[in-house]
């Protein structure tokens, strides 16, 4: 190990907040820990304090597709393939499945969709705005609840496409 | 009781709200914008709920996100705090319609006040005293500007009657230069608003900035809670703010409290609220404008009072009947609330950025108010303002030695703040002798600079 | 006025004298060890030198050190703050022999009220009332034991003369069961202290802790604050602490006042002092001790009396006469004071460490008194008291749900502190009801080791 | 491992905030620690708030020899030579550079001076307390002014062995 490599090795760590950095090498292992306080104050009495979410966006690693994709989506950011994408609620409101307390859900995990189906309905005002699919593809995960409510930028479904 | 309070703003208004809430056993919903998914209020609040981008106007000014955000959340209640909606009749309404409780004054109360003229020509026609000024639209003739500056009585100062920020603003001391400066006045007026229409208003040499709390109940009893002097000013943007006000006799408190009461009682007035006073040199008062929501530096009265403004927002929203009389209002002390503001201390420019190694001052008589934390990112898009500090003291030298005391304390690395701004005011012997008025700041300002705002009165 | 203070102290209690002496326009010279290089302490002090290593005894409670110190760099008082020196009779005297003032009572009153023996003697002959108990130097024979006992009236605490620590400890209800235990009881002591002199006291039943804040100038000027109730305390160490005492009468509070007054004025004490009383449920209260220095504590006294003592000690030690008389002493609201200390919620064992992402409650009514810092290295030489919250509100319920919100936001990572038993108290109906004593801790406590704190008394 | 090597290790540790470095070979092996929050704060209003002093330590890279070097010393640590000596104060107390207020000072900056020698008082609680040279050799530098106020472990002199 040259003095060289370990420059690079502590660039690497202090350009990433690394606290530790194990290495180890036959078979490799590695350990790499980064610095909880860059963040935000984590709260006492966790829970009852509100909404403290973990805090690292996790993002897609290929280029977020979907149209409306918010650049600094926070906490409840689902991890995507290369090929998926996310539908996202363009308002705070509330989710509906269905356009109407008796009628089927517009689509369920596993269905096809073509581009600008109906995926769901966020109510805002009052006022019922149809969600619907900016690609064409298959729903692989229905991320919230029937009449639960969602904010600006919230990931509601995933659709893979291709 | 509420049992759930949207809180219709962020920083350490938000904050204020959310701990008085918890206090009183209400949950809480905040409201942020893309740029404050990390900001301290939505990490505090019992539920966060992302309302829009981060431009104002998609998400703190967004109101029907915010009403959208208020019924999808179950909150049967909105508190608007300062800036941002707090002032805009609109939402107030929108909230009642919507069947919220809008934490604060009626719809039409807001937009009365909020409608200068109009507000003044009540005040003037109650008896709460005002600034003399031009009668009618706007003055485009000097001749008619002689006349009613003879009137009002010298100094005068000409303003345009289509806009602010100094544009059009002269001061003059006699009919001669009236004549001279009116029509320069009306040039740049022309130039800025497109309109010729002036309007003459009595110029206050000395003035102090003195404003009175209010409280009102829905049954029309009002109390006032005393004054703060907000004379520290820069662009009229406050700075530094105090209670008592130095220079206020008993007696002219008494005569000030009950105009500002009367300026409550005509129109009706409920909830928490803020008449502002200029004050003269020689004890002369007039009705500028009345804030019909809590103020950023209602601190000062809290800690001087012992009422918890915020929480009498709510209560009083709430319908309860007023709890104090007058004569229980008793004075403690002093205090004093210094601003900071993430900004350049030379050029007054933001100074957005990541925030390390906050350590904000504490101890007896020490109170912070601030949604700072190591690591936040200050974003560029809102109000400068990132904390509040708000001392106490027995006596004002007391509270001004525990000022200085503390912003020395006071560490925020990464961003720069006005803090040694704050120490230049406190060090100052005529601050320390009570002795301001509202061109006070310039004194710390480069001198070109001085002459521009002193032109611009 | 003193010119500069030298602050024999460390942490919390530095910070605040130090902040006091800033306000006073007192310049302060901190000591450290050299574990404490990088402590706020020495930091925020004008001048700071380091006395020695880590180890208490060659730094902190090193006299001559200290003394040179303040001899070197020209200090002409010297504040010992709590712990460590401060009821040291020895350092004291040294002090006032090198021509330094030494802020807190004269050497032979720490030294009178550290015996506690001749305190007692003193206190029952003045007739401030003491727990009844056994004459004389020490019990051998049971018999002499029953006799003792029937005198005092059961129930009977035992306690080995010689030392302390639940060694040798017994609650006895009846002749029987002394007859059972005296024996037990003195093996235990003779194999912990190597004697088998045995003291009987009277053991009171759910007892409370009550203490009084007494001010008294050089002149035989003697008042006091009120009353601190410091019954939360684990193994005799105070959790929390609160003013006024939730079950305390007005005119208890004046018969405990007058005896605490009286338990100085006996003495002819001067400066800061507290009086410490055991309150029984019957609202019978017994004299156990004084201590000549500031509290922990005190806080909560200033709170809700708006007087500050740390100030008051300074201006005492000047031979300033009392300026306040008893009848201007007011209270207003309630306070109530959280110590957190560095140590495992569960196990009670110091957590030294790192600090990170430190992030202290703020606003209205919340005060902090802490020596921490981001990156700040408590160290495990000293006491692993790192902050004091003290909260303030009108009334009782207020200041819980303050203290409450407070702790709920207070951020310390890095080490582990007691802040989640401070939330069990609070949250607890008993504490919420007032309705504590001594013994409160152990309903928190592993059963195993409640049952062996039980049996200790 | 050479004590260059080793100099350099420690370098790239105080420049990175490392304060754990471990290595291994063979098949290599590597762990860093960097400090988390390392840095104190720095007080607003500076001069004014007393004695912030630069807060990182600086060490001698050669190994410590002065019998009286306290290892966590503080602020004003001079940087040694490898051949160098600090003298440190054993206590807190004032510094004196002569026996007496007319007699010549002990030593001067030049001057050799042998094992036991006095080379200052320090005055504490009346007493002088003569401070003898550990070791034979140089002074080099004088770190404090006669009648200065200095604490424990303060450097007082260098001296050059060798």
């Keep these: ?162 | 009781m509420f049992k759930k309070v949207l809180v219709a703003n962020r920083g350490t208004i938000a904050i204020r709200i959310i701990r008085a809430c918890r206090e009183l056993g209400i949950k809480t919903v905040a409201v942020y914008s893309t740029a404050d998914r990390r900001a301290l209020h939505a990490r505090m609040a019992d539920e966060a709920v992302c309302i829009g981008p981060a431009a104002a106007e998609d998400s703190y000014l967004n109101i029907p996100a915010i009403i959208s955000a208020a019924r999808a959340y179950g909150a049967d209640a909105v508190h608007p705090g300062y800036g941002f909606l707090s002032e805009n009749g609109d939402f107030a309404e929108a909230c009642q319609r919507s069947g919220l409780h809008f934490i604060g004054p009626r719809a039409r109360h807001i937009r009365l006040m909020g409608d200068k003229p109009r507000a003044l020509r009540i005040m003037r026609r109650y008896g709460v005293p005002v600034l003399p000024g031009s009668e009618g639209t706007g003055i485009v003739e000097l001749k008619q500007a002689l006349e009613q500056a003879k009137r009002i009585g010298y100094p005068v100062l000409i303003k345009a009657a289509a806009g602010g920020g100094g544009k059009g603003m002269r001061i003059v001391r006699d009919g001669d230069e009236l004549a001279r400066l009116f029509p320069l006045a009306q040039a740049e007026s022309e130039a800025a608003f497109g309109s010729r229409k002036m309007y003459l208003e009595k110029y206050v040499e000395k003035a102090r900035h003195v404003e009175f709390q209010i409280l009102a109940d829905n049954y029309r009893h009002v109390i006032h809670l005393g004054e703060r002097d907000c004379s520290i000013q820069r662009r009229h943007q406050k700075v530094v703010e105090e209670a008592p006000c130095p220079v206020l006799t008993s007696r002219l408190r008494e005569k000030m409290g009950r105009a500002a009461v009367r300026a409550a009682e005509v129109v009706g007035y409920s909830n928490v609220g803020t008449v502002e006073f200029l004050l003269s040199d020689s004890g002369d008062f007039y009705f500028i404008e009345m804030n019909t929501r809590i103020q950023v530096e209602h601190g000062v009265t809290e800690m001087v009072t012992g009422v918890d403004l915020v929480k009498a927002s709510i209560l009083l929203a709430m319908g309860e009947r007023l709890w104090l009389k007058q004569r229980d209002v008793a004075f403690n002390g002093a205090a004093i609330e210094c601003r900071i503001y993430a900004e350049d201390p030379e050029t007054h420019l933001p100074s957005p950025g990541v925030v390390s190694n906050h350590h904000p001052p504490g101890g007896l008589g020490v109170r912070v108010e601030t949604a700072l934390y190591d690591g936040y990112h200050v974003p560029m898009h809102y109000d400068p303002l990132i904390a509040k500090l708000i001392v106490h003291g027995e006596t004002r030298p007391l509270a001004i030695a525990r000022a200085r005391a503390a912003l020395r304390e006071y560490v925020i690395d990464g961003i720069k703040t006005n803090i040694p701004l704050h120490l230049k005011i406190l060090d100052d012997k005529d601050f320390q002798r009570g002795d301001v008025h509202t061109d006070f700041l310039t004194r710390f300002e480069p001198k070109e600079e001085v002459r521009q705002l002193r032109k611009a009165g």
């Design chain 1, 1 to 162: 190990m040259e003095l060289r490599e370990l420059k690079a090795l502590v660039t690497l760590m202090r350009q990433n907040d690394l606290v530790e950095l194990e290495l180890e090498d036959g078979k490799s292992r590695i350990r790499l820990v980064r610095q909880a306080g860059s963040s935000a104050p984590t709260t006492h009495a966790g829970g009852k304090i509100g909404a403290v979410k973990p805090l690292e966006v996790q993002r897609a690693s290929a280029p977020a597709v979907a149209a409306n994709a918010s650049p600094d989506a926070g906490s409840d950011e689902p991890h995507l393939a290369p090929n998926q994408v996310l539908v996202r609620s363009p308002m705070v409101g509330t989710f509906y499945r269905a356009p109407s307390p008796d009628a089927p859900p517009f689509v369920e995990e596993g269905d096809m969709v073509r581009k600008g189906q109906p995926l769901c309905i966020i109510e805002a005002m009052k006022m019922m705005n149809e969600i619907t699919a900016e690609v064409e593809g298959r729903v692989v995960r229905i991320l919230c609840q029937n009449a639960q409510p969602v904010g600006y930028g919230q990931p509601l479904m995933v659709l893979e496409t291709g």
